[in-house]
């Protein structure tokens, strides 16, 4: 059974049977799982961003809460049926998306990915 644990979600259907598994791997007593999205891009979303808007804060926020909201919705339904996890949810944005999940999961200290 595993207490940390940081789920990449990508919002396809595989999430929805990571989301399960994470669930039944989950500490019995306490765990927080982490559902981590990385939006990624082939270039800096700053750099475009500011190649087409001078106030790349306010498109880049919009992307983020819409992706944000998605996983706060997931948020809910985990915790009001699992009530010993915990669910943090994060979005960033990268241009390497394996190296994003790798830095999370340092950050977290991470049993399972």
Request: proline content about 3%; some cysteine.
């Amino acid at each position: 059974m595993f207490r940390t644990i940081l789920l990449p979600v990508d919002f396809e259907i595989n999430t929805e049977m990571a989301v399960k598994k994470a669930l039944e791997l989950s500490d019995p007593g306490e765990t927080v799982l982490h559902l981590h999205h990385v939006q990624k891009s082939k270039f800096s979303l700053n750099s475009l961003l500011s190649s087409i808007w001078s106030d790349t804060s306010v498109l880049k926020s919009f992307v983020t809460d819409e992706l944000h909201y998605k996983l706060i919705q997931w948020k809910g339904l985990i915790e009001s049926n699992y009530p010993n996890i915990k669910v943090i949810a994060c979005v960033d944005h990268s241009t390497h998306v394996q190296k994003s999940i790798v830095q999370k999961a340092k950050e977290v200290k991470a049993d399972l990915i």
